[in-house]
C-alpha cells in the first residue's frame, strides 16, 4: 500500500515538472518569433522642461543712462578782505550755516586808518585844486601882457615906416631913422619874452592839471579802500567754512568765509565716451535734456528734476570720460546740499522697433532661445542696444515670435520644452506702445554686466586706503552673480567722485 503511494506522489512530480518545462519553452519561443510592435512601446520617453516664455513685441523705447555725480554750488563767493585791520564788527549770523539777504552786513575792519588816508586825500585834491586856479590867473596875465607887447611892437613899427618916408623925402635925420629903428627892435624883444612867459605859464598849468588829476585818482582809491572796510552780501545764501572772530587781526585777500546760493547747484557728473555720443544733438552740442537727480534720505529716495548744462573742455589727470554738469530746476535747500553724492537717470534718444527682454533670457555673446515647432528650442542671434538694470533692448529680433525668458544650463537648440506664460504677464501686457520706460523697482541686489563689475573690482584693488580684511570681502561679494546694490552704488558714486 505504501509503495503504491509512494508511486503515485512521483508521477504528479514528474507531471508537474513537465508541464512547467513545456510552459517556459512556449514562452521563449513566443519571445524569440513573436511581433515586435511594443518595442517602440517600451523605449525612454523624451524629457520636456517648463520654461516661461513671452513674446517679442515691437516697440518705441527711451533709453536710461544710470550715473553717479556730486552736488555742487554753482553761484559760490569766497569772502575775501580786501584791506588788512581788525574785525571790529561781526553779525549774529556770520556763523557756518547761517543765511543772509542780499545787501546784509557780513562784517566791518576798523576804517580809523583809511578814514585819515581818506582825508589827507581830500586836502590833497583842494590843495591840487587852488594851484590849477593860481596857473590860470598867472596864464592870463601873461596873455594880456603879451597883449600889450604886441600892440607896443606895432606902434613902433609905424614910427619907424614915418620914419623912413621922411628921410627919403630928406625932412628926416640919420640919426631919428636909426632911433626909430632901435626902438622897434626893443618892442620886438619885448614880445618874444612876454610870448615865452605865457608859454611857460600853459605849461604850469598843464603840469598842474595833471597833478589835480593824480590828487583825485588817489582820493578815489581812499575811498574805495575805506569802503572794502565793510562787507555786504551780494545775493541771498548761507555762509560756510567760516573763520573769522569778533576783534581779530585780517591780513589783505585772507579768507574768512564762503557764501554760497543754495538756489543754484548744480550736479557733476562723469560719462563714458559712447554714453555722451548718445546726448548730443545734430550740430554735436549737448542737448539741454531734462534729467532726474536722486537723492538717497535713509530708506526715502526723491527725484529732483534738473536739465543738462555744460561740459567741461578739458580732463583732469588720471580721469576719463567726459565731465558733465546739469543744472538742478528749483532745488529745495533743506533737501539738497553741496557735497552730496546722488544718482542720475539721464534719456537718450527715442529707439523705435526694438524689443525689452530680460537679461536673463540672452547669452553675454547675444544669442537667444525661440519657441520652434513642436515646441523644440531654436537659437537665434539678437543685437544688444542698451542694458537697462535688470533688463536689456534689443533689436533685429523675429517679433510675434515666444522666446524663453530665462536661459538655463540644460536648454539648448532642439530640446522639448513646455512653454508657459507666466499669469502676471498675461494680466499687466500693455496695450499701447510706451514712450518712456518705467524704471527698474529698487532691489537689495542686482546684475552686473562685465565692463562695471571689472570697473568696480579694479577700483578696490588699486584703494591703498581699504584694509585687506574690507577689500576681500567686497571682492567677495561682486563674485557673486547678483551683488548687493549698496555696495555697487556706494564704489561707482567714489569712482565718479574720483576718491
Known sequence: MATRTRSAAGLAILGATLALT????????????????????????????????ATLTPETLTPVISAYGRLEAAHRLELRSAVAGTLIELPESFRNGGRVAAGDLLYRIDPARLQSAYELAQTDVAEAEANLNEMRATLELSRLEAKAAEDQRDLRIQAYARQLDLRERGVATAEALETASLARAAAEQTLINRQQAVAGNEAQLAQAQILLERRQIALREAARALSDTEMRAPFDG?????????????????????????????????????????????????????????IQRGRQETEVPARLDRTAVALEDGQVGRLVYARLTDPDPSLVQPGDFVALRIPEKPLSNVARIPASAVTTDGRMLLIGAANRLEEVPVTLLRHQGDDLIVADVPFGRQYVTARALQLGPGIV??????????????????????????ADTIALDDTRRAAIVAFIEASDKMKPEKKAQFLEELSRPEVPRATVEKFEAMIAGGQ
Open 238 to 294: 548761507v555762509l560756510s567754512e567760516v573763520t573769522a572772530l569778533p576783534g581779530g587781526l585780517v591780513s589783505v585777500n585772507e579768507q574768512l568765509g564762503v557764501l554760497v546760493d543754495p538756489g543754484q547747484i548744480e550736479v557733476a557728473f562723469r560719462l563714458t565716451g559712447n554714453q555722451y555720443a548718445r546726448l548730443l544733438n545734430d550740430a554735436g552740442a549737448l542737448r539741454k535734456a531734462e534729467i532726474t537727480v536722486l
Open 417 to 442: 520644452v513646455t512653454p508657459v506664460v507666466p499669469a502676471l504677464a498675461t494680466e499687466t501686457a500693455p496695450s499701447a506702445t510706451p514712450a518712456t520706460p518705467a524704471p527698474a523697482p529698487a
Open 22 to 53: 513545456l510552459t517556459a519553452g512556449g514562452l521563449v519561443y513566443q519571445a524569440a518569433t513573436g511581433p515586435k510592435t511594443n518595442a517602440a512601446t517600451r523605449s525612454p520617453k523624451a524629457r520636456a522642461y517648463t520654461v516661461d516664455v
